[in-house]
Nanobody, 136 residues
């Protein structure tokens, strides 16, 4: 059984940086595709970034709203996925969730280029979330 635990959420000022971490356990096959999603009150959940790591290296995907500001990385030895967020904006605030799935179609250009962005509906495993607040 895969379990995910997020950490690192905090209250920051606009323009500052923050790093979120997702510690994963369980079958690695079941968490081949790892992703971050976020949700604000009364808004739909939206995809932030995803990563797939193989023996050839890692491939990352980002939503348009965070490209150039956020970086996702995976430490396979530590079973951890990190989301480094820079130049944070008030619209980046929300509950950030780590998600995992065995299906690599969720770590693909087709999925992350979905008009309006991916919603993560089909991801199998979710963490409890960590809160990010950004003040202007």
């Amino acid at each position: 059984r895969v379990q995910l635990a997020e950490s690192g959420g905090a209250s920051v000022q606009a323009g500052e940086s923050l790093t979120l971490r997702c510690t994963a356990s369980g079958n690695k096959y079941m968490r081949a595709c790892m992703a971050w999603f976020r949700q604000q009150p009364d808004k739909e959940r939206e995809g932030v970034a995803a990563i797939y790591t193989s023996t050839s290296g890692s491939v990352a995907y980002y939503s348009d709203s965070v490209k150039g500001r956020f970086n996702i990385s995976e430490d396979d030895m530590k079973n951890m996925v990190t989301l480094q967020m820079t130049n944070l904006k008030p619209e980046d605030a929300g509950m950030y969730f780590c998600a995992a799935d065995s299906r690599l179609r969720y770590c693909s250009p087709n999925y992350w280029d979905t008009p309006g962005g991916p919603r993560g509906t089909d991801f199998t495993t979710w963490g409890q979330g960590t809160q990010v607040t950004v003040s202007s």
